[in-house]
């Protein structure tokens, strides 16, 4: 296993998620759609690669980003060309024939906001044409086809073409999913770095979605974490006690593989140099591991291309507060909301979304909210907020 910071991670280097692999296979196996729950950087994309990688029988997965799509249009494009494509085509040989065939029999001519052209002349809509792309998929077996950043695709077409697409988008997934015929033959699995559930309340379309099995993806429970550092030291032969390998999770506490395989990284650098590690290499390295920029400032700009001048202003504000201090309380959210004209329904949707999207946590008391992660509020602190 290789100590792999911020790429998907397959194969060897994928550090066995078993809990989370069960409750997806249940749900694909009960018939439902999913729809993989987890903040930025958890380990979903890395999961949906699990399932590319090693299917149950019968089961024929396909993976497709659809970030980059800002139209109704351009994302089934993407979903056109990903299923009709050699690389897709071809694994399917000896799994799908039949659907192999068809789909490389099928030309598609144009994939417009008229619908799809089929090379015979047909211009269908978008579900009507994808339910006639999968038509000849063999009956025992059944699509997964997983679709990444679902959730910012929603935000692209509401930013760069409009709400009702973006509407008419969810709603036709759900009909495809309603429909039973096409659901014997198909299973969705939507994910993504930001919350669908707060992207589609925001256009009032939670109905849209709330057929969905929603699978959440949590951090690593410490007895799993402290394998996969001991794992992680093994293979990069770095000597360490149990009492440093329980500091170095004490400090890094909410316990996502990619937090773990960064500060392991920055260990690894301080160690080739200084082979000897204690709690104050593990501080050093921490320290060293917030100078990745790139690493964390998505969860700032996220923030400022999510939001609303205000709503931005607000989150900013209560985010360097816990920062500063750790917490902060109602009566503080409260406060902030007024100094930045949100009434409390805005204010209370924003703080929502800050707990959805996993910034912050009020689980020990409904009143007090904390950064989950203390390495992303020492990162907020020491570049954002100060
Ligand atoms: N199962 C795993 N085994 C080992 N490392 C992992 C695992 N899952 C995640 N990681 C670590 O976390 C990083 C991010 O993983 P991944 O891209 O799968 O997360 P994500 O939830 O899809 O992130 P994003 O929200 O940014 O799309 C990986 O580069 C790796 O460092
Ligand atoms: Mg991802």
Known sequence: MKNVVGQVVRKADFWQRKFELEDMWDAINSGSHLLLCAPRRVGKTSLMHKILDEP????????IDTESADSQAEFWKKIFNALTEEKFTSSLKNKAQLFADWLKGIKITSISIEGV??????????????????KDLEQDKKLIIMIDEFAQTIENIIQYQ???????????????????????????????????????AKIGASKHINDLNSIKVSPLIRAEAQQFVESLFANLSITSTAEVTNYLLDQIDWLIPFYIQLIVQEIKKLYRRAPNL?????????????????HFESWQSKLKTGLEKDEYLFAKEVLNKISNDTFINSLDINNMASKHKLDENNARENIQSLVYDGYINNNDDS?????????????WNKNVAN
């Open 278 to 294: 204690d709690n104050s290499v593990v501080d050093q390295a921490i320290n060293n591991a917030l100078d990745n920029r790139n």
């Open 56 to 63: 149950q029988d019968n089961y024929i997965p396909i993976y």
């Open 117 to 134: 052209e089929f090379g015979d002349g047909d211009v269908l809509d978008y579900k009507v044409a994808f339910k006639r792309l999968i």
């Open 367 to 379: 009143k007090i909210y904390k950064f989950n992660s203390p390495i992303l509020r020492m990162w």
């Open 162 to 200: 409009d709400v009702q697409n973006a509407l008419s988008l969810l709603k036709a997934h759900r009909e495809l999913r309603q429909d039973t015929e096409f659901s014997q033959k198909v299973t969705f699995v939507y994910a993504g770095s930001i919350g669908l559930e707060s992207v589609v």
